[in-house]
């Protein structure tokens, strides 16, 4: 079972691999929000992936 994030603006970021799936949601709010998350904000923000 992955693990899903959902941002504020809608994207969902899904990945098995908990290291990428932080990497990849930084990425993103970094390319699209211009924000820089900490691997525990974005750990917060993660739900389990039914
Ligand atoms: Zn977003």
Request: include cysteine; proline fraction near 0%; hydrophobic fraction near 35%.
């Amino acid at each position: 079972m992955g693990k899903v994030v959902r941002c504020a603006c809608g994207m969902e970021i899904r990945n098995q691999d908990e290291t990428q799936l932080i990497s990849e949601v930084q990425q993103h709010a970094s390319e699209a929000h211009e924000m820089s998350l900490s691997d525990e904000q974005v750990r917060a923000m993660m739900q389990i992936d039914e």
